[in-house]
DNA sequence: AAGCGTTCAGACTGTTCA
DNA sequence: TGAACAGTCTGAACGCTT
């Protein structure tokens, strides 16, 4: 959906000034009769259109120099803005609905009057537009079409006086090998498409309505940024819109180009700036989309969500969640790595020896989870007793999952994200736990670890996701049925939002794969208490409630609550 | 010092519009030349000028028509950019240093002569316009004086074409009595002056630079706003500062005005607007001045310390204070409207009728002049030892002002400005607290009452400005000597505005009666001391010191400090 | 690199208010 | 009269896709 992506009918005149470097490339813009008619025919069917006007004559010898004309410069009907829909034989924009694009091959012939009469050699880069633009002093403005102009070009829509008639003669020194003797029949013609090469190097430079310095082609004519801009906030009205404050025939030039609308806006038709070049409303939506859409790639790209440098192939196979998903997604990363900041206040700086390494860990790992809980809208929705059902219920399981997404296999230690430099503190107290937490501890959280990690590929953001499912857990015993529902709908939700991260990070088909395996996983989680025996206390009710309260409490914020408890549902 | 100001020329020609309703008025615009004469030498004798330029011819019959065009349309002269110093003979703005006026009562030419085509009666107010500027289908820019010219203001500065021919015939009609005899010897003349008359009327609405609708006179010239506007941004710049983007010679419109600055600003001095109208910096910055001292004083009428329309001599009598004055006397007057806010949160609502009246009283006042002293700046940057010494040292005789400034002559009863509707509480402790005092205590009150709100007209706020003076009293028992030096001088802050205060208030001169009676009543306020005999305690070291300390602790929103006696000074 | 759209600061204008 | 304001337009600079 862009002017500027290639069009399928690629062998027809193209000419925007960079083919004009290739001398031999003008061979390609005489398109001969056969070739013509074939394209012709593809573009019928291809577009079911309506029966197209054919003008190319079959065995007229006029026909040949009117034919090759259209090859080298098209046809005056396609820079003249007063022909009302150009034809589609010239590769112009479409009249089907469709977002088909104008196209870049075919070129305005209105480049050529004017730049005709550059060959005067200028010493200035000023007076070379003023030269090519009005002459010296020129009349005011004409339109007309004189009829019987030995020049054929200057029947087209040039509002300003012809160009003096030195031209021949300064076209020759340029009229190198390639194009001159394919350039057909009409020995006018010849100079016209020489003068066409020259003068795109000139026009190269300067806008062809201003006289301003000019970058490149906009909107298919040779313009400066000014008058590019002028175009595409103005070609929509219409010149006959505008009304000119003075008295119709202004001159535009760099100091004055501000002021008449009307006049401007006529010469940029005038020197080939084509409307529907400016992109519609549609199109700039979906050109809009397509950026979003890769906005959205590069950030996955950034987050590790995404390979880099897929194919669009590749990446047709993969369906990528939308950026309210990454938004949430690492908005929980962003909890995540705040609640890993989380220390125990009194043992902070002192390495505690005398108090189990055990429930160091565990109660360390539990006060994380809490922190990030507290802070997921669901969450604090639940009511307090619901809230201990869930962190209570999955205790174990949680820690286990912190301890996955913490765990360095590389040296096969426990480091949170934070705090790298001291890294000892919490890593060496992994170690503890987990020989301390059961006799087959160690081995089943390394199996945990290496499915989770090697054979499914979890990533950071993946693994968070599954502690967030895990936490919503909608079978932990003693919720109220109230707050069961809420918590399988959070549950639903953070699962889905898995799913497609999955979809996003794997294609379809391995996504669908790898989602119920890790369902599956947080299943299997549940088996794994036995291996953990010793910390079966965690989940013992006399152990952990009184400990949660607190410190669910203490971090509301409420200096109050604390100290006097309050059984209300929900205190958040 | 503004353009707008009534010259002292009055009698001179004064054809602002208005006076153009008024027939006979034209008469004055023909000034006879004696009296010219006279009114040149009136303007030499008074401005000191070099001799100046006559160009008034004294009997040459030509002279005569030419003459009453002066008098009627003055002189090409006055109306061209190009002459570039007008004579002062048509009081235009002296050329003397001296911030002398430019004056409005001459008259631009140039409307005049493009006026002249106004007679064609055109049917509507463009066209009416057109044809006054232009004609139909005027040829380009022509300065030119085309010498032989049937009509005489033709020769004037205008660029454009001259008007149709139907001038005469119209005229008549309109050219009534008086004017008409008087407007002397040329016969052309007599139909110029009819002709200005209708064109003012014509021109009043319509702006000479580009047609818009006129309000009036702008710059010396009628023209829209936009236009006005123009030429005070550009007219500093000069004409030849600026360049024509086209040919220099635009005819300027409503719809091109804005895209030629050099030839809108061309015909801005063509049309007679002078630049000189235009104020510089100095008389910007004094307009300014006037318009806040307007403004100021407004506030001061608003706030009562000003009586309302005082003339300008009663004005000049006085010496208004600054608006950082009335900025810190309102601040005052609002810090002490909170202070009466205040309540003593144990007593709220509940009537103490076991606790003593005279405590009531006294406890509240004292209460709030603490919140009103804590408020001031120099309250707080003393020490806590010698806040205590000023409050306890002038607890009696702040009361006692507090008293006066709540005291309600009319109902004979306290009262504090909020809480009006439950205004017993305050009041009637008020009477008890008389009645406690002391045998005099009522009379002393009463006649501190009268002689500061009667017999020196105290009003609010110079009585709330006294309070500040009796606060900061230097000589208090127990000031530290540094506490003594900060007191004084922001007794000295207090009573320099208290000055400035009473000379806005009243004249200068009695301002200088009041003021040292003011400060008397101040000292006499320390002999009531003995009046007051049982209130006495209050100043008793034993009773009021613990219950300000408190005050002052518990207002600073230190919860610790209270609970925390800290002797460190200046715990704010 | 070419050629689109977008954004934004700045210039000016002309109206309105005081 | 000036001040202030809102609104328009311009054009340079930038980002993005092909
Ligand atoms: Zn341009
Ligand atoms: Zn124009
Ligand atoms: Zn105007
Ligand atoms: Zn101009």
Redesign the interface.
Known sequence: GHPQSVPDFQPSANATGLDLQQSNNIEKKIVPLEDMDLYNQQQQQRQQAPKVEQFVPLDDSASDASFSLCGVTLSPLSASSYSPMPSQNYGGPSSSMMPQQPMHQQHPVAQDQSSGASFALPTSDVEAFQAMSFGNQPPLYMPVDLPGQPMPHQAASSCYSPPPPSVASAVSSDATGGGAGASASASSAASVSGGARRAKQREDKFCGVCGDKALGFNFDAVSCESCKAFFRRNAAKGVEAL?C??EGN?RI?I??R???KRCRLRKCFDVGMKKEYILTEEEKTEKRKKIDQNKLLRTLETLGLLPKELTPSELADREIMSESDVQELTQLAEYYRQSAEVRVAERHGQRAANVDDLINFAELSVMRVIDLSKKLDEFRQLSQPDKVCLLKGGALELILLRGVISFDPDHARFLDETDTASAESDSMQGQDFLRAAGPNAGHAFFQLARTLRSNLQCDHHTLVLLLACCLFSPDRAGLSPEGRDLVEESQVKYCMLLERLLRTRFTVSHARKVYPQLLTQLAELRGLEKDFSDLATMSNPRFVPPLMSEFLDLQDGGSGSAKHPQHRSSPL
């Open positions: 009304k404050p003075y202004c030039d100091s004055n501000r002021f008449c």
